[in-house]
C-alpha cells in the first residue's frame, strides 16, 4: 500500500489549502482514511477521517467548521480542505488508512508541511 500526500505549503492566517492523499495498492473499501498531523515538539494528532463509503467522517474539535474531509472513489484519493487557517495549524500533516473494524492506522504517507504565517 502507497499513500502519497500533497498540497503542503505556506499561507497567510485566514487562507486555504487543499490537501490530497492518493492511495494505491490495494482495494479500500473496507477503510477508513485519516489525516494526522504533528507541530514541532508536539505529538502525532488525529485531525479528520471518512470511511471509505464516505458516510461517516469525523474531527477533532479544534478543526471543526474550518477542514472538511473528503473524497474521490474514482481515484483512490482523499482530500482536506483547510480554510481560515491560523498558526496553530502549522504542522506536518499525515494521511493514513486502517481497516474499519480495526482500531490503529496500518499504513502511513510521507508527509506533507503546512506553515501558516500570522
Known amino acids: 500500500v502507497q499513500l502519497q500526500a500533497s498540497g503542503g505549503g505556506l499561507v497567510q492566517a485566514g487562507g486555504s489549502l487543499r490537501l490530497s492523499c492518493a492511495a494505491s495498492?490495494?482495494?479500500?473499501?473496507?477503510?477508513?482514511m485519516g489525516w494526522f498531523r504533528q507541530a514541532p515538539g508536539k505529538e502525532r494528532e488525529f485531525v479528520a477521517g471518512?470511511?471509505?463509503?464516505?458516510?461517516?467522517?469525523s474531527y477533532v474539535g479544534s478543526v471543526l467548521g474550518r477542514f472538511t474531509i473528503s473524497r474521490d472513489n474514482a481515484k483512490n484519493t482523499v482530500y482536506l480542505q483547510l480554510n481560515r487557517l491560523r498558526p496553530e495549524d502549522t504542522a506536518v500533516y499525515y494521511c493514513?488508512?486502517?481497516?474499519?473494524?480495526?482500531?490503529?492506522?496500518?499504513?502511513w504517507g510521507q508527509g506533507t508541511l503546512v506553515t501558516v504565517s500570522s
Open positions: 493514513a488508512v486502517r481497516e474499519i473494524s480495526a482500531h490503529e492506522y496500518t499504513y
Open positions: 495498492g490495494r482495494t479500500f473499501s473496507s477503510t477508513v
Open positions: 471518512i470511511t471509505w463509503s464516505g458516510d461517516t467522517t
